[in-house]
């Protein structure tokens, strides 16, 4: 990974330091729980909200990032993978998230479909993804139709981005 990237990589964790922490919050990382980060990249935003939790898997495409993440984060475990075919059996992590990665899936609705999928029945999904017309909307659906969890969901917005979260 470039020296660039890392950079750009840190100003985006600093930018998102507030909603990182919000994330953090909804996640509740406590004993137990398996996290799982779609998109995750090197892990360097999951690493922020995700401590705390049992077991961080991050799925990423990108070998490279995949191969860097394990580097620099081997508290972490990083498989290669497409959203929409996540590489794991059902009902297996808690928590679901998706930060800042959401945008680049092209078919959403099926990862949405795998996301719900790999999610225990009493599992949370949590994302921050880009806030689009399209994405929106997607991301609604996804609350209404695909999830059914107890408790009420929350959406926070800011700018131009969002965090979607549940809780009991």
């Known amino acids: 990974m470039s020296v660039l990237s890392r950079a750009l990589e840190r100003g985006s964790i600093r930018k998102r330091a507030t909603d990182l922490a919000q994330l953090h919050e909804l996640i509740a990382p406590v004993s137990g729980v398996r996290l799982l980060d779609v998109g995750g990249g090197t892990g360097a935003a999951t690493q922020r909200f995700a401590t705390g ?4 898997v991050v799925l990423e495409p990108d070998r ?4 860097e993440g394990r580097r620099l984060r081997p508290s972490i475990r990083f498989e290669e993978g497409h959203a929409e075919e996540i590489p794991f059996p059902e009902r297996i992590f808690d928590r679901v998230t998706s930060v800042v990665a959401f945008h680049h899936v092209e078919n ?4 949405l479909e795998e996301m719900r999928r790999v999610l ?9 993804p ?3 017309r399209a994405h929106g909307k997607t991301a609604s659906r996804w ?3 695909c999830i059914k969890l107890p408790g009420r969901h929350r959406l926070f917005r800011r700018g131009n981005e969002m965090i979607l979260g549940f809780s009991d």
């Open 108 to 111: 959403q609705d099926r990862a």
């Open 64 to 67: 490279k990032k995949v191969a």
């Open 53 to 56: 939790c049992a077991e961080v």
């Open 143 to 145: 609350i209404h139709r």
């Open 130 to 132: 880009r806030a689009g």
């Open 120 to 128: 225990r029945d009493a599992g949370r999904p949590h994302g921050l």
